[in-house]
């Protein structure tokens, strides 16, 4: 059970998973005297992990261990700073002020960490092409993240998220009056 990752989608399995395995688990180790962590999250946010992994583990790693503006070579944390300025930009948040109680509006920078599934497959995107086109970078064909053994693919990724595209479009389409 320790560390074990298990996709539910419906409560029947989340019932059986915890009623079979996860109870009868949690009362031995308690009953030793052990303590427990248990962590539930969206399954997206589990995407997500996997995302940040690949975006920094390949695409940024081989724009700062390849890329050379002007002669110059720059570390990922300075890469990450241009890509997210570049293609994240800012919000606008608005606070008032607890002194003269007035409303002060001020940029905050865009943060990867709130982005979701969708948000995070974009960016990767964007700077994958950035940095193939603008910069001369070449990514692996397949990259493997060294913490979970995981195979990841830039290509098959991208050619994914356009048949979804497409198939979003066509039915669209198809449910659009005539």
């Not at 300075?78 to 001020?106: A, S």
Request: glycine share 8%.
């Amino acid at each position: 059970m320790n560390g074990q990752q298990v996709h539910l989608i419906n409560p029947e399995q989340a019932r059986a998973l915890l009623v079979g395995s996860v109870l009868p688990w949690l009362g031995e180790q308690l009953k030793a005297g052990r303590a427990v962590v248990a962590e539930f999250r969206l399954a997206e946010d589990a995407f997500t992990d996997k995302q940040r992994a690949y975006y920094h583990g390949c695409i940024l790693a081989n724009i700062a261990a390849q890329a050379r503006p002007n002669g110059e070579a720059y570390p990922l944390a300075v890469w990450k700073e241009f890509f997210r300025d570049r293609f994240l930009g800012y919000k606008t948040k608005t606070t008032p002020d607890p002194i003269t109680g007035k409303k002060k509006r001020r940029r905050v920078r865009q943060s990867t960490e709130g982005l979701g599934m969708k948000g995070y497959a974009d960016l990767i995107e964007k700077v994958a092409a950035y940095g193939a086109t603008e910069l001369g970078v070449s990514y692996p064909d397949e990259w493997i993240d060294p913490e979970s053994g995981e195979v990841f693919s830039l290509k098959d990724a991208t050619q994914r998220r356009h048949v979804r595209e497409r198939k979003r479009e066509l039915e669209q389409a198809e449910g659009a009056p005539a």
